[in-house]
Each structure stands twice: as C-alpha cells, then as structure tokens.
C-alpha cells in the first residue's frame, strides 16, 4: 500500500518516527518500508503489511486492572491509569472474556482525551463464582482503528452457604439407666460451601420429649471457614418406653437458607433373657488343635423390646480344655464395653484338648450370663461339651524287603497298607528319603500321596501304597519311605533291596604240555574254567575254538549257566599235527555279560614226533 506525507528531506522519511508523526501512524510492524522523496512529499511504499503496535503506544496502569473479590449479587471496583505517547481520542471495547461469570462496565469508556494520563475505573458484578478475565480493546475514536489493548479482572465468591446433615435417628435404648448401654450418640455436621464464613448463630433442642436429647460434644467456636465443616454430637438417654421426640434447630448467617431442622427420634425399651444355647464345637475337635463354638444368647423382652445388657460370663468345669475365645482366653469373660443388643448375639468360645488327649475322650463345662435382665430369676446357663478327636496313621510293615533283583531291572509291585485307627478322618503325602531313594517308586491305586493331591483316609479305614524297586546298581541299596500327615506320629519305613548282575571271567591264556603229533585218543584236554564274579546267572550261549586242526573242544558244545559267584569248565584237546611249536588256537566265550559279552583265551603247545 501507499502513504504519502510532506517531509523536509529523504533522511525524514527514513526515520520512523517522525514518518509516525507526520503520516498519523503510530509504529511500523512486520513490513518493508521504501520511502522516497517526489517534490518535497514522502512517498511509504509499505510491502507485506502494516499494524499497530498498542504495547508501544497505549499503557494500562496496572494491567490487569482488577475489581477485586465480592460475593455473588454484589459488585466491587477499582482504577486504573490509561496513558500513551501521542495524542488522540480513543473508545474502550470489552472482547473476549473467559472463567467465572459477570458483567465488568468501564467509566469513561468513550471519546477519551489521551492528551494526558486518564482515570479508568473498573466496576464486576459476578453471578457466579470463580475468576473472570476480558480483553479491552483500545480503538481510535475517529475510525475504530485498534490503538491497543489492556485486560480487566475480577472474582465473584459464593456467599455463605450452610448444609447440615446427620442421622436424627437414634434407635431403640434401655430406658433403664441400670443397663450398660442406654445412651446413644449421633453426630450432626454443618458445612459451609460458600467462600465467605459461615456464623452458626444458635443450635437448640425443643419438643416434647427435648430432655432425652442432649448436646454432649460441640466446637469451640461456631464460625465456619469456606469449605470446612463443623460436627455437633447429640446424646439420647430415653427417660421412659416407647417413641421420644424433640426438634434440632440450626441457625446462621446463610442469606438464602438461615435455619435447618431435624426431627429426632429415638425409642426406650425393655429386655429379658432366655435360656442361652448348648455347644459341642460342631463334633469331634482334634488332640493338640482348637475349636471355636458360638453360644446364642437371646433376648426376648416385652414390646417395645429393648437391647439386653450383658456385661459377663464365666465358664466352670472342663477341665481346662474350654475357654472364652475372647477375653484372654481365658474361664471368665468381662465385656467391655458391655453387649448390648436386641434379638440375639453369639458369645464365641473355644475347645482345645491337649496333644495327649486320646480318640473320644470328653470334657463338660457350663456357661454363665450375668445380664441386666428384667426377669427377677435369669434363665442364663447353658452345657458345653468337647469330644477329642484324633486320627492314627500306622503301616502294616516297617520295613518292606524286595531281595536281590538284577541291575537295571524292575521287580514286580509290592503293596503296603496304611490304616487310620482314630476316630477322625486326616490325609496324608508319601515321601521318600535317602540318597538311593530313586530306586524305590511310590503310588497309589487312585494317584493320591502328593502334596498336590494327598490321600485322604477315613476313620478306620486303609489306603494302599504300591512300591517298586528298580537296582540301579550293584550292592544293597536302601531307602525310606514317611507317611506325612497332620497328625502324629508319622510312620516310617526301610524300603531294601540289593542289585546283583553277571561278570565273566576267564584266564587269557593256557600253555599246555608237549604232546606227540596226532595223539588220536592220548590227545592233551586241559579245562578252562569259565567264572562268574557276578551274583547273578551268567548264560554261555556260545563256545568256539580255532587253530588249523591242531585245537578242539573236548566234547560237543552245549549252551550252559553259570550260578552267581560260580565257575563252569570247558574243556580243550591239543592234537598237533606236526612236531614243533603248534599254531595258537583261540578260545571264543560268548555269553551275557553286558561289559564284556565277548572273551577270548589264547592257548599255546608244542608238538613231539614219535622217536
């Protein structure tokens, strides 16, 4: 765009300010000036765009001008000085605004002569709480050109604000102040939600029956800071039976809402107690291990039934195994605070036979309530009885012997049986110990005896446990076995068996005497002895010789055992065919000895000529 004004010179129109003040702008923003000088007049070329920049020119003392803080309905001010570096007459536009809610107003707000520093005063009158922010604009007074702008600010409150609340009834009491517990205590609180304090200026008790309620907790001081609440505690002491009445009265300097009330109510009772009932801890109770068992105490009081007080108990008899579950653990019970209730309540107590205690024994013991019964002679006793309960584990064997069994095999299954001679069922886990314990394998028909899944056993009822042993090696080979269980004692058992297996062993070599070439009948036989070292059978299923005719078997081959730790001959002809040293024969054993399957004896002789 183009702006023309007259200067004295080109230098004038380079500087901007004086081009400000002769061509009406008041600063050059975010443009490319080219000023030249036609016949005394500056020619502005002004490239991109050109603004004014209000924060050099116009000045809001302080900014944000802020009316302050009032209560919502009321309005509140302040003022502020608005000022610039150039003269002109400029109007105030309230724009955007954001949080709280409002209306701000300007005074003066229109034609303002900024030939000097102007008193701008700010008014708010909030309708609601929070902080409200708006952007006044500064335009120029002749054609709305924006000069600047300049941010206002006030804050409306909420005024004080009461809420009560609690429970105005107080339930059913002993009217009779000899009970424990006749009283009751409700507590009412009071809030201020608002954002100025909250005065409670009075709270009172009226009504028909207003002396069975009574103030027995309050605040020090009854002034209520905003968001903060305040709790009165009433007590109910009924003086009679039957319905109570009275009316709770809060007042305060609240503006829409000064009083709130409460109906109290509350109910005075009677109560009698009745025969409590027996316990036997639900049956058998473990030796060395404890049972809880409830008493039920009711009360059946006359209409309006009231709570019964019951403020102990004691337990004679026994024999120490009963006692309170509460109150230490011990005979004698004082309940603090004392029970007090309507309909019924149960009293826990606690069998604990001793470790030695066996199957079925018995222990009796009676219970006694003292209570603030109206019935002039209390039916308050009852029986409780404890029956021991134990279950016995045994095996039919201690010690299960499996004999010899070759290395590497298995034997066949051999069972053991487990019976429970108690009077209560229990479980149990098979565990094996021992270093050699892989040898042994150990189960149950039903897959139980694991800690996942241990057996259960009924009262005098067995349970099966098969156990196989595998030799893994030579020698006796020993384990245990223990039948864990939650009672004691755990039985125990030696698992023995002993591997065995078969060694060959044979001479490597025979030398045998001289003997004449082709001796016919008056051939050499010498035995070689085939041993076995081993404890178990060894089978010869092979016997060979060679060496050119001159070496045979004595007699024809037939396949033979070796007994465990024995020796079995095979016997070797000599009948060299010629004088002189005779070619070795060798002797071939096979048998089943798994190192060594194949051996071989080298026999050696010299033949003689017939001089």
């Not at 200067?7 to 080219?34: E, F, P, S």
């Not at 003269?87 to 000097?116: E, K, R, W, Y």
């Not at 446990?465 to 595998?470: H, L, Q, R, W, Y």
Request: glycine share 12%; with cysteine.
């Amino acid at each position: 765009m183009e702006r023309a004004c007259k200067c004295q010179d080109l230098r004038d129109c380079r500087d901007h300010l004086l081009v400000a003040k002769y061509c009406g702008l008041r600063t050059l923003l975010g443009t490319i000036v080219v000023a030249v000088l036609k016949r005394g007049v500056c020619i502005l070329l002004l490239v991109c765009a050109w603004s004014l920049d209000a924060a050099a020119a116009i000045t809001m003392t302080p900014n944000p001008l802020d009316a302050g803080t009032t209560t919502i309905g009321n309005t509140t001010m302040d003022t502020g000085t608005l000022d610039t570096t150039m003269n002109a007459h400029v109007d105030l536009n309230i724009g955007a605004c954001s949080g709280g809610g409002g209306t701000f107003t300007l005074n003066p707000n229109n034609n303002i002569n900024l030939n000097g520093p102007q008193t701008i005063t700010v008014t708010y009158s909030p309708n609601q709480r929070g902080t409200r922010q708006c952007t006044v604009d500064v335009v120029d007074h002749g054609n709305s050109m924006k000069l600047g702008s300049f941010t206002i600010r006030g804050t409306g409150q909420q005024p004080p604000t009461m809420g009560t609340v609690g429970t105005p009834d107080f339930g059913s009491m002993r009217w009779n102040n000899a009970a424990p517990n006749h009283t009751s205590t409700r507590n009412f609180t009071v809030s201020n939600s608002g954002d100025v304090t909250l005065d409670v200026t009075g709270v009172t008790i009226t009504g028909t029956n207003a002396g069975d309620f009574t103030i027995s907790a309050a605040p020090a001081n009854n002034s209520i800071l905003p968001g903060n609440s305040k709790t009165w505690t009433l007590q109910f002491d009924p003086s009679a039976s039957g319905t109570r009445t009275a009316t709770l009265t809060f007042t305060s300097n609240d503006p829409a809402d000064g009083t709130d009330t409460f109906n109290l109510t509350g109910v005075g009772t009677n109560a009698i107690i009745v025969t409590p009932t027996d316990s036997n801890f639900g049956g058998l109770v473990s030796a060395g291990s404890s049972a809880l068992g409830d008493v039920q105490v009711d009360n059946q009081g006359g209409t309006p039934e009231g709570p019964l007080g019951v403020t102990s108990a004691s337990i004679s008899g026994g024999g120490g195994w009963i006692t309170f579950a509460g109150c230490g653990g011990g005979a004698n019970c004082l309940f603090i605070p004392a029970l007090s209730f309507t309909g019924s309540v149960n009293v826990g107590v606690r069998c604990s036979p001793p470790a030695t205690a066996q199957a079925n024994d018995m222990q009796t013991a009676t219970i006694t309530f003292n209570s603030d019964t109206d019935n002039a002679t209390p039916d308050n006793s009852a029986t409780l009885t404890c029956v021991a309960g134990r279950s016995v584990l045994a095996a039919n064997v201690n010690n299960l012997g499996f004999g010899s069994q070759l290395v590497g095999t298995t034997t066949a299954l051999m069972p053991l049986t487990v019976m429970n001679t108690g009077n209560q069922p229990t479980t149990f886990v098979l565990t094996k110990t021992g270093v050699n314990a892989g040898a042994f394998a150990v189960s149950t028909p039903s897959g139980c005896g694991t800690m996942a899944t241990p057996c259960s056993v009924a009262a005098g009822g067995t349970q099966t446990v098969n156990v196989v042993f595998t030799a893994i090696g030579e020698g006796d080979i020993n384990a245990g076995l223990t039948i864990t269980s939650p009672s004691t004692p755990n039985p125990s058992l030696v698992l023995t068996g002993r591997g065995i297996d078969r060694h060959a062993d044979v001479i490597q070599s025979l030398q045998f005497p001289d003997t004449f070439r082709n001796p016919g009948d008056m051939a050499t036989v010498l035995p070689i002895p085939v041993k076995n070292v081993g404890e178990y059978p060894l089978h010869v299923s092979s016997v060979a010789i060679d060496g050119a005719g001159n070496w045979a078997l004595a007699e024809p081959f037939e396949a033979f055992d070796v007994p465990g730790l024995g020796s079995h001959d095979v016997n070797v002809a000599f009948l060299p065919v010629t004088a002189g040293k005779a070619p070795d024969g060798t002797l071939a054993i096979m048998t089943d000895d798994t190192k060594a399957a194949l051996v071989n004896v080298i026999v050696s002789g010299n033949g003689k000529d017939r001089n």
